[in-house]
Nanobody
Framework: QVQLVESGGGLVQAGGSLRLSCAASGRTFSSDAMGWFRQAPGKEREFVAVISSSAAYTYYADSVKGRFAISRDNAKNTVYLQMNSLKPEDTAVYYC????????????????WGQGTQVTVSS
């Protein structure tokens, strides 16, 4: 089984940037699609971005397209989420998740999850 640990969250002003990291351990995740999701208080967990196992394909939620960028370094067993032009509505706990196979956007499609990292954007 793969264990995921997110880091890089914090408090930032609107318009600022953060880079989240998700480090995997337990086995290599190079054959897994990796996704980022977020959950704001009182809301359901929602899809943010996904990257295929080879990094050839990426896909984003409309709400973050053009502002966020997902990437991965399979040699380091790490996936990243660069978040620019942050808005207060981006405030949430951000989770990374993985699945063995093609990329997906639904939470139920993912096999393992990290514990999450808090991102707070002040106005």
């Amino acid at each position: 089984q793969v264990q995921l640990v997110e880091s890089g969250g914090g408090l930032v002003q609107a318009g600022g940037s953060l880079r989240l990291s998700c480090a995997a351990s337990g086995r290599t995740f190079s054959s897994d699609a990796m996704g980022w999701f977020r959950q704001a208080p009182g809301k359901e967990r929602e899809f943010v971005a996904v990257i295929s196992s080879s990094a050839a394909y990426t896909y984003y939620a409309d709400s973050v397209k053009g502002r966020f960028a997902i990437s991965r370094d399979n040699a380091k067993n790490t996936v990243y989420l660069q978040m620019n032009s942050l808005k207060p509505e981006d405030t949430a706990v951000y989770y990374c998740a993985g699945r063995n196979g093609f990329w997906a956007t639904k939470t139920n499609d993912y096999d393992y999850w990290g514990q999450g990292t808090q991102v707070t954007v002040s106005s």
